[in-house]
Nanobody, 122 residues
Framework: QVQLAESGGGLVQAGGSLRLSCAAS????????MGWFRQAPGKEREFVAG????????YYADSVKGRFTISRDNAKGTVYLQMNSLKPEDTAVYYC???????????????WGQGTQVTVSS
C-alpha cells in the first residue's frame, strides 16, 4: 500500500514562489508516474504536472509550462513542485497523485495525498 503526504503550501503574493513536496511510502516502481493535481473552489480537479519515477520524462499542463518545475529525489521517495511566478488563478488545493498504470500520464491514478492549500493574493 502506498501513502502520499504533501507539504509546503501557504499564502504568497502574486509573482512569488512556493515549493511543494510529496513524500511517498510504499513500493514505487520505475514505470509509475508521480503527479500533481489541483482543485480550485467550484472547479473540477485538474492535472498540473507529472514525472516518471525513472528516466527524464516530465509532463505539464499548458497553464503552468515555463513557471512550474517538477522533480524527484528517488533516494528520499519525494517529488517536488517548484512554483514560480505564481498567479491568483493558481490558488487551489494541490494534491499529490501516484499513477500505477500510466497509459496516459496526465490522468490520475488510485493513490492521493491529503492535499495542501496554495493561496496566491493579488
Amino acid at each position: 500500500q502506498v501513502q502520499l503526504a504533501e507539504s509546503g503550501g501557504g499564502l504568497v503574493q502574486a509573482g512569488g514562489s512556493l515549493r511543494l513536496s510529496c513524500a511517498a511510502s510504499g513500493p514505487i516502481f520505475s514505470n509509475y508516474v508521480m503527479g500533481w493535481f489541483r482543485q480550485a473552489p467550484g472547479k473540477e480537479r485538474e492535472f498540473v504536472a507529472g514525472i516518471r519515477w525513472s528516466g527524464s520524462s516530465t509532463y505539464y499542463a499548458d497553464s503552468v509550462k515555463g513557471r512550474f518545475t517538477i522533480s524527484r529525489d528517488n533516494a528520499k521517495g519525494t517529488v517536488y513542485l517548484q512554483m514560480n511566478s505564481l498567479k491568483p488563478e493558481d490558488t487551489a488545493v494541490y494534491y499529490c497523485n501516484l499513477q500505477t498504470i500510466p497509459v496516459v500520464p496526465t490522468t490520475p491514478g488510485p493513490y492521493w495525498g491529503q492535499g495542501t492549500q496554495v493561496t496566491v493574493s493579488s
